[in-house]
C-alpha cells in the first residue's frame, strides 16, 4: 500500500513538474522562479492572469496550488471557479500521458465540487474526459480486489488536511495508533496460558469497525461522488444537500469508531484488524460473533466471506500447536441462515431447522449439520456450496442481494471418540463433544430491506418486515445490554435467539459496518453509521465495566484455568460464569465508562480539517454526534463567509418543556413497550408535539428541535414519526409476526390433513375389505362408513376454516402496508415543508 502511495504521490509530482517546465512531460522538475512563471502563464491562459500574483508574491509553491484552489483561492465568482477547475482537470488528464499513470479524481474538484454549478451536468460534462475510459468497461462489473489497490476517486469533500492524512495511509501504523497489539499474521498467536489471558483482557468486548468500499464502475460511470472521507478512526459524511432556491450546499456529519478501513484495505487487513485478535483466546471458552451489518451493495458479503477461511486457517494452525495438540480439540463448521424467520442448513439442501433450548437456556439448533474442518481447503469448498444454497435475490444496486442472514459457524470442541465426521449437532451436546469456543460469522441482509415493506410483492414485504424485525431486536438487545439490564430480550427474532450465548458471558462482538461511498447512497450509509453508533455506544458505556468483570473473572480463574481448558466439567464453569456475570451487570446499573475509548469529546478536540474553510452549523444528534451544516457556496469563497443560516442551529435555540410520555396501546407487552421507545430512539428520539417537533435531550426531556432533519423515506429512520403512525408501525410488525405464525399453523395444519386423510383411507380401504367378505353386517359397514366420512369432511372443513382465515390476514395486512407506505409519504411530506420552513 505503501508503495501505491508513492506512486501516487510521484504521479502527483510529476504532474506539477511538467506545470513548472511549461507542461512537457519530459522535462525535470521544478524550479522555483521558472515555476511561478509558468504559474502566471498557465493561469494566464485561462484569462485568471490576476489569480497569478498572489501566488507568487506569497511565495507559494505551485505544489500547493490544488489546495488553494480547493479553498476556492482568490477566485470570487463561480466563473473563475469553473474555469479554475477545469484548467486543473485538464492537466491531471495531461498528466495521464506521462509514463506514471496519474488517475484524475474528483479530489481536485474539491472545493468547487460543492459549489454553485457542481452538480450540473453541463458542468460536469466538460471534465468528464478522464472517466471516459472507466465508462468504457464494463458497466456491470465491479472493481475487484486487485483493481481497488488503484487510487480510487476521492471525494471532492475531503478537506485538504483529510487528504495529506489519506495519502500516507499506512494501515499497520494506524493500527499502532488505535494502541492495539498485532497479532502476527502467521505465527505469532499467544500459546502460553498467562499470555492468553492477558490477549483475553485485551480484546474489545464490543468492537465497531466500519469499512468503505470503493465507488464501483456504475457509480463511476454515473459521475457520481465520493461523499465519505476517512482520517484515522474517524470518518466524515459529506452530505449533498439542495435549498429551496436549489442551491448546493453540504451537511457534514462525523464519527467516530474503533476502526475506520477505507476503500484502499484489503481483506487481509479487514481480519488481521477485526477477527484475528479474537482466535487465540476461542481456546478460553469464548463464544464469539463477528457480523457484517449496511445496506444491500455496501460489500457485506465480500467481507465476510473470506473472514472465515482465514480464522480456520489460524484455528487449525492453533489445534496443532503443542499447547493444544494433546487436548483432543477439533475445529466443526456448520454454515445456516435465517429466512423469513426460520432456519435452513445451507450445507445439507436447505433443511429446515428448528431451534431449542435446553434447561441451561443454552440454544441448539437441533439437525444442523456439523462438518469437522481436517484441512482449510474444505472450508473453501463449503462455504461455496453453503453460498450457492443462499436466498438471493436482485436489487437495483446487487445483482445478487443477499435476503437472508448467513451464519457459520467454527466450534472448537473437546473431541469424544465419534468416528464419524458427519452428526447432527443434537441437543444432546456430549454427542459432538463439548464446546470450548466458538466464532460466528453473520452476513446480514440488507439493512435497508427491512424498508421493503411497502413493495407490492407479498413475499418482498414479509421478507423485509421479517428482516426489519430482526435487525430492531438486535438493536433492542444490544440496547438491553448498554442499560446493563437482566432481561435480555433475545425473543425479539430468530436472529437475536441464535445469537443468544454471543452477548453474555466471556463473549466478543465485533460489528463491521459496510457503507457504500457515493453520494446516492449517504441516506443509507448515514443510517449504517447511526446503528453502527449506537451499538459502539455499548462498547462505550460498557466495555471496561465489563471487562473489569471478565478480568476479574479471569484472575480468579488464573490458578484454575490453565486445568480448566482441559478439564471435562469445564463447560459447566463456564455456564456459571455466564449466568453470574449477566446478573451481576443487572446488580451494578447503568455506569459510564469511557476511558479506553475514542470519544466524541476527543474527537473535537482534534483541529477540525479545514474548518476554516467551512461556514459550519454544528447541531447534536441524539447520539451525541456533531451535525455540520456547511454552506458550501461560502466554503470555498474565502474571504466573503456569509452566514445563509441566520437561525441558530438546534442547540441554541431548545428549550426544555415538559415531559409528555410516549403513548401506549392498552395491554402491551413489556417487550413491546421497549420496542417503542426503542423505535422512538431510532428516531433520533423526535416526536411532533403542538406543531413543534421535540427531541429528547439526555434527561429524557423533550425540547423543541428545529434544524437538522434527515430526510428519509426509509419508515423506521424517518424523524417524523408520529405517536399514531408509531403505534400503526407496532400494529404492523404485530401483524407480520401473526402472520409468520399463522402460516406456519397452516403448513402444519395442511401436513396433518393430509396425514388423517391416509388414516382415514386406511379405515376406509379396511372396511371395503371387511364388507367384501362373506357374511358381513352391511349395518356395521354403513355405520362407520358414515363415522369416517364425517371425520374425513371435519377435517377438510377446519383446514378450509384456517385458509378463509389465513387469506382475510393476507387481506388485512396488505391493508395495513399500503397505509403505512401512504403515511410514509406524509412524513416526506413534513419533511420537505419543514425543509422550507428551515430555510426561512
Ligand atoms: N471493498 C470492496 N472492494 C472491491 N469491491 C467490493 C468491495 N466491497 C464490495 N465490493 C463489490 O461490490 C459488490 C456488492 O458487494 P456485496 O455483494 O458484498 O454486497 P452486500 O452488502 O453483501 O449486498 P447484499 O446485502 O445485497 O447481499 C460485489 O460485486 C463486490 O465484489
Redesign the pocket.
Known amino acids: 500500500m505503501g508503495g501505491q502511495m508513492q506512486q501516487r504521490n510521484a504521479s502527483a509530482t510529476s504532474l506539477y513538474d511538467q506545470l513548472a517546465d511549461g507542461g512537457s512531460p519530459h522535462n525535470a522538475g521544478p524550479s522555483g522562479d521558472a515555476g511561478d512563471a509558468v504559474m502566471a502563464r498557465w493561469l494566464q491562459s485561462a484569462g485568471l492572469q490576476h489569480l497569478a500574483s498572489p501566488v507568487a508574491s506569497n511565495g507559494i509553491d505551485q505544489r500547493l496550488l490544488p489546495n488553494l484552489l480547493m479553498q476556492g483561492y482568490g477566485a470570487q465568482s463561480a466563473e473563475e471557479k469553473q474555469r479554475l477547475f477545469k484548467l486543473m482537470r485538464n492537466l491531471n488528464f495531461n498528466g495521464e500521458t506521462g509514463s506514471e499513470p496519474f488517475s484524475p479524481s474528483t479530489q481536485s474538484s474539491g472545493g468547487i465540487g460543492a459549489s454553485d454549478g457542481f452538480y450540473s451536468s453541463e458542468f460536469r460534462g466538460d471534465f468528464g474526459a478522464g472517466l471516459l475510459d472507466l465508462h468504457a468497461m464494463d458497466d456491470t462489473e ?4 486487485s ?2 489497490s488503484e487510487p480510487f476517486e476521492e471525494s471532492p469533500f475531503v478537506p485538504s488536511t483529510t487528504k495529506a492524512v489519506n495519502n500516507d495511509y499506512d494501515f499497520p501504523s494506524n493500527r499502532q495508533q488505535r494502541g492495539q497489539t498485532d497479532v502476527d499474521a502467521s505465527h505469532g498467536f499467544p500459546t502460553h496460558e498467562k499470555e492468553i489471558n492477558s490477549r483475553e483482557n485485551n480484546v474489545a468486548k464490543i468492537k465497531v469497525v466500519v ?1 468503505k ?2 465507488l ?1 464502475k456504475k457509480e463511476l460511470a454515473r459521475k457520481e461522488d465520493d461523499v465519505v472521507s476517512v482520517c484515522d478512526n474517524g470518518l466524515t459524511v459529506h452530505e449533498p444537500k439542495l435549498k429551496v432556491d436549489l442551491t448546493a450546499y453540504v451537511e457534514k456529519h462525523e464519527f467516530c469508531f474503533d476502526a475506520v478501513l477505507d ?1 484502499r ?1 484489503t481483506n487481509d487487513e479487514v481480519y488481521r484488524e477485526t477477527v484475528q485478535p479474537i482466535i487465540p483466546i476461542i481456546f478460553q471458552r469464548t463464544k464469539a460473533t463477528c457480523f ?1 451489518y ?10 465476510m466471506q473470506p473472514l472465515p477461511l482465514r480464522a480456520a486457517e489460524d484455528l487449525v494452525r492453533l489445534l496443532h500447536h503443542p499447547t493444544y495438540r494433546n487436548q483432543k480439540f477439533k475445529l466443526w463448521l456448520s454454515y445456516f441462515e435465517i429466512y423469513g424467520g426460520k432456519l435452513y442448513d445451507l450445507l445439507s439442501d436447505r433443511k429446515k431447522l428448528c431451534m431449542r433450548e435446553d434447561g441451561r437456556q443454552q440454544v441448539c439448533i437441533v439437525g444442523l449439520q456439523e462438518f469437522e474442518v481436517l484441512d482449510v481447503q474444505i472450508v473453501k469448498e463449503y462455504i461455496e456450496r453453503g453460498n450457492a444454497a443462499r436466498s ?1 435475490g436482485s ?1 437495483g ?2 445483482e ?3 435476503r437472508s442472514h448467513a451464519i457459520l459457524q467454527l466450534v472448537v470442541k473437546k473431541h469424544n471418540e465419534v468416528k464419524d465426521t458427519r452428526r447432527n449437532n443434537d441437543i444432546n451436546e456430549s454427542k459432538g463433544g463439548k464446546v470450548i469456543g466458538k466464532i460466528s460469522f453473520i ?1 446480514l ?2 439493512s435497508e ?1 427491512g424498508a421493503d415493506t411497502t413493495d407490492n410483492d407479498r413475499q418482498t414485504r414479509i421478507e423485509g418486515a421479517e428482516i426489519n424485525k430482526s435487525l430492531l431486536a438486535l438493536k433492542e438487545c444490544i440496547r438491553a445490554l448498554d442499560n446493563d439490564q437482566i432481561h435480555i430480550p433475545f425473543r425479539g427474532s430468530k436472529l437475536t435467539e441464535v445469537l443468544r450465548d454471543s452477548f453474555v458471558g466471556n463473549s466478543r462482538t465485533v460489528m463491521i459496518s ?1 457503507i457504500s461511498p457515493n453520494a446516492g447512497s449517504c441516506e443509507h450509509t448515514l443510517n449504517t453509521l447511526r446503528y453502527a453508533d449506537r451499538v459502539k455506544s455499548l462498547s462505550k458505556s460498557g466495555n471496561s465495566k465489563k471487562d473489569q468483570v471478565g478480568s476479574s473473572q479471569t484472575t480468579s480463574k488464573d490458578s484454575s484455568s490453565a486445568n480448566m481448558l482441559v478439564s471435562s466439567d469445564g463447560e459447566d464453569i463456564y455456564d456459571r460464569h455466564q449466568e453470574s456475570k449477566v446478573i451481576d451487570a443487572g446488580k451494578r446499573g447503568p455506569q459510564r465508562d469511557n476511558a479506553s475509548y475514542n470519544t466524541i469529546s476527543d474527537f473535537e478536540k482534534q483541529p477540525p480539517p479545514s474548518s476554516s474553510n467551512y461556514s459550519t452549523f454544528k447541531s447534536r444528534d441524539d447520539n451525541g454526534l456533531e451535525n455540520e451544516k456547511t454552506d458550501a457556496k461560502n466554503s470555498f469563497s474565502g474571504v466573503n463567509n456569509q452566514r445563509i443560516y441566520s437561525r441558530p442551529s438546534s442547540v441554541d435555540t431548545e428549550e426544555t418543556v415538559p415531559k409528555v410520555s410516549p403513548p401506549r396501546r392498552k395491554g402491551y407487552k413489556e417487550d413491546k413497550s421497549e420496542k417503542a421507545s426503542w423505535q422512538k430512539k431510532d428516531n433520533n428520539d423526535e416526536k411532533f408535539e403542538k406543531g413543534v417537533w421535540l427531541k429528547r435531550d439526555g434527561n429524557n426531556t423533550d425540547i423543541p428541535n428545529i434544524g437538522n432533519k434527515q430526510q428519509g423515506s426509509n419508515i423506521s429512520n424517518s424523524s417524523y414519526m408520529t405517536s399514531k403512525q408509531l403505534e400503526a408501525e407496532q400494529l404492523h410488525d404485530e401483524n407480520v409476526n401473526e402472520i409468520l405464525e399463522e402460516e406456519e399453523a397452516l403448513i402444519a395444519a395442511h401436513r396433518k390433513e393430509i396425514e388423517d386423510t391416509m388414516e382415514i383411507v386406511r379405515e376406509e380401504m379396511k372396511l371395503l375389505a371387511e364388507v367384501e367378505k362373506p357374511g358381513s353386517l352391511i349395518d356395521t359397514y354403513v355405520t362407520q362408513l358414515s363415522f369416517v366420512l364425517s371425520r374425513k369432511a371435519a377435517s377438510l372443513v377446519s383446514l378450509q376454516a384456517r385458509l378463509a382465515r389465513f387469506q382475510h390476514r393476507l387481506k388485512e395486512q396488505e391493508i395495513l402496508s399500503r397505509n403505512r407506505s401512504r403515511w410514509v409519504d406524509v412524513a416526506v411530506d413534513i419533511d420537505i415543508c419543514l425543509g422550507w420552513f428551515e430555510c426561512g
Open positions: 465491479l472493481l475487484t480486489e483493481v481497488m469499512r468500499r470503493p464501483n476503500q484495505v457484517a449496511g445496506q444491500t451493495g455496501s460489500g457485506k458479503t465480500y467481507t438471493t436489487t444496486a446487487n445478487e442481494s443477499s452476513d441482509a440488507g430491506r459496510c
